[in-house]
């Protein structure tokens, strides 16, 4: 039975059962990190040579290597050879191989413990890197497809029920706040995991002369890590971006939830576009808005990565422990989910449609601007407890008439307050209660195009 290529084989003498092997190879997914494994072994060696551990033609061999490994392996011209234990170990091999002994000189200094630890470091950070310009993708969508809706009302909601009027694009503008705070704290995350382990060894660092500011430097990292113990034991950045990434998928899940509300015959506030809906295989009519379900529901999965990394870390011994390999998938999946989550989303914002109609219709309903008849009255002098109790027993009489509130007339409008007045009735229309709210981070139009222009601002 053909052996897996491994780095370790020495102390042993008797090979591992092959089920063993396949149980604890891990090339199958960490594959994903070549070209960090690369650029890193790149750095180490350029460190090597520096330092005099190697000479500068070996240093120069190894690099030339690297280098033309990495472009095959972007090319798709040389396969990664799945006879390996890991990712780490297919490089090694590979250039082994290819240029002999000094192939065997790449991992003095160095352990796969350090060298993982930096691999998902420089992984993350590039991956964080496009997410944050996914993110910013989608908040431009929002804030152009809510400054087509400044003037489109809709009623607002809250425990569901029709609570105040606003507009679709005050709405919409919810959300950027929501994607910006998780913009802000992906990069905050690329802050605090900007440093570089390479160098912490296998738990204690090295022997030799290592220059790890260098390879630090090599490599776009802010500084080194202070403690090799508990470098090799890190794993708090991808549990924060883990954490991150939910957040992100809760927005994501809320978002999608009032798409598929707004797009159901029940509100018709929103028609989703086609070419983002599917159909039913029994009910020629349907057209189901797939996407954003779809989202909502890989939200638990992403939730699920976040547990399932959190309850591996629990409780670990230091320094590094083999259960620290599983931290992988959960990561690469999460990245993997969010980025498509954030691209659906930012389509199926952009080719929206609003009904302006059936939002406004639902406004007719649920007494909406209930609130206003009361700060009318406030603003002729009536205390607020006492306003809101009068325009309760006004309602009860709507109620009782099955009468809205425009459709009372002034004289049974005055049996309940002297105050009212013929202005009462233009101080109620939506259009007013909407511009009536002209204070920052309301939704009169003026106030909702300033914070579009912010946000536009903000990402430019
Ligand atoms: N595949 C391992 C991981 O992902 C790499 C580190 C292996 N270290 C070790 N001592 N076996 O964690």
Not at 199 to 210: D, V, W
Not at 298 to 323: C, E, F
Not at 378 to 399: D, M, T, W, Y
Request: charged share 20%.
């Amino acid at each position: 039975m053909m052996m897996l290529a491994q780095l370790w084989g020495g102390v042993f003498d008797t090979s591992p059962l092959k089920i063993f092997e396949d149980f604890n190879q891990s090339l199958p997914f960490d594959q994903a990190l070549w070209a960090f494994d690369i650029l890193g072994s790149i750095a180490h060696v350029s460190m090597l040579g520096k330092q005099g551990y190697l000479t500068e033609e070996e240093a120069h061999t190894l690099v030339l290597g690297l280098q033309s490994l990495y472009q095959e392996l972007e090319a798709g011209t040389t396969p990664i050879d799945m006879a390996c234990e890991d990712i780490h170990s297919f490089v090694e091999k590979t250039l082994t191989d290819r240029l002999g002994t000094v192939g065997k000189k790449i991992h003095m200094g160095r352990s796969r413990n350090d060298q993982v630890a930096l691999d998902m470091k420089l992984y993350t950070r590039a991956k964080i890197t496009q997410l944050i310009v996914q993110v910013e993708g989608l908040v431009h969508a929002l804030c152009t497809q809510a400054s087509q809706n400044l003037n489109t009302i809709m009623p607002g909601f809250t425990h569901l029920q029709v609570a105040q009027p606003i507009t679709f694009g005050h709405h919409l503008m919810a959300y950027t706040e929501m994607f910006l705070r998780d913009r802000s704290r992906l990069s905050d995350c690329l802050v605090r995991l900007n440093t570089c382990p390479l160098g912490a060894g296998a738990l204690a660092t090295s022997t030799f002369n290592l220059d790890r500011q260098f390879v630090a430097e090599q490599l776009g990292f802010d500084d080194v890590t202070y403690n090799s113990l508990d470098t090799v034991s890190d794993r708090d950045y991808l549990i924060e971006l883990l954490s991150d990434l939910s957040l992100v998928m809760m927005h994501l899940s809320r978002l999608s939830e009032e798409l598929v509300l707004w797009n159901s015959q029940a509100f018709g506030f929103v028609v989703l576009e086609k070419s983002l809906c599917t159909g039913s295989s029994m009910m020629p009519q349907k057209q189901n808005p797939d996407g954003a379900e779809l989202i909502r529901g890989k939200t638990g999965r992403v939730y699920g990565s976040l547990i399932s990394l959190l309850t591996t870390m629990k409780s670990l011994p230091l320094a590094y422990n083999k259960d620290m390999q599983e931290d992988k998938e959960p990561v690469f999946d999460a990245i993997t989910q969010v980025s498509g989550c954030l691209e659906i989303m930012r389509a199926m914002i952009s080719g929206l449609r609003a009904n302006a109609e059936s939002m406004r219709k639902l406004c007719e309903k649920g007494f909406i601007a209930a609130t206003d008849v009361a700060d009318y009255l406030v603003n002729k002098g009536v205390p607020f407890r006492e306003s809101h109790e009068l325009v309760g027993a006004i309602i009860r009489h709507c109620q009782a008439e099955n009468l809205t509130l425009e459709q009372l007339d002034l004289p049974t409008l005055r049996g309940f307050s002297s105050l009212f007045d013929a202005d009462f009735f233009e101080s109620i229309a939506l259009e007013a209660c909407i511009n009536q709210r002209n204070i920052v981070g309301g939704p009169a139009p003026a106030q909702v195009q300033s914070r579009i222009n912010t946000v536009l601002e903000i990402l430019s």
